[in-house]
């Protein structure tokens, strides 16, 4: 029996780090985005509207071969909308942008082509992008009019967790 128990416990232990490998993410939602984006020492702008780019050149993960899951990947892409003016989002916006899509191992962020969008682009000199990570990223295509609102809220008050609770 005791040569048994140790055969299962030498499978656990064998198998424990699989289990443990897999991604765990906490919830990412638009306050988390517009707060990394106030905070942040880049400059993000604020936006809402329709990204669009080839979608067949997402990353996609050879499960098989999760070591060549490349750990970035960038997709020319446009952003076409309206853009924040320091009171509200509602200044047109049409660019040309950069999206960076993140992988952790062989998980990795994703983007939709062609749905309304709230998003934040961070500039880098005349350049912008729009990141997209495994955990989650700077867009969002859920309840746009809500995020939308949330969104302005929180860049009022200079924070999301400054402002008053929304009904």
């Given amino acids: 029996m005791p040569r048994a128990l140790s055969f299962i416990t030498l499978i656990a232990l064998v198998l424990a780090p699989v ?16 707060d990394q ?15 669009t780019f080839d979608e067949t050149l997402l990353p996609v993960t050879n499960w098989d071969r999760q070591q060549d899951t490349p750990p970035l990947t960038r997709i020319p892409a446009t952003f076409r909308g309206m853009g ?32 309304r969008a709230v998003a934040f682009l961070k500039k880098d000199g005349a350049a912008y992008s729009l ?27 200079r924070g999301c967790n400054r402002q008053p609770p929304t009904r």
């Fill in 84 to 115: 924040w003016n320091g009171t509200e989002i509602s200044t047109p916006i049409d660019r040309e942008i950069t999206l960076e899509v993140s992988c952790t191992g062989p998980w990795c962020g994703s983007a939709v082509s062609g749905v």
């Fill in 19 to 34: 289990t443990a490998s897999a991604l765990s993410c906490r919830p990412w939602r638009v306050a988390d985005a517009a």
């Fill in 131 to 157: 990141q997209m990570g495994s955990c989650g990223g700077m867009a969002f295509w859920d309840d746009v009019a809500k995020n939308k609102a949330k969104v302005e809220g929180c860049l009022r008050h």
């Fill in 37 to 51: 984006a106030i905070t942040s020492d880049a400059t993000y702008l604020p936006v809402v509207g329709w990204l």
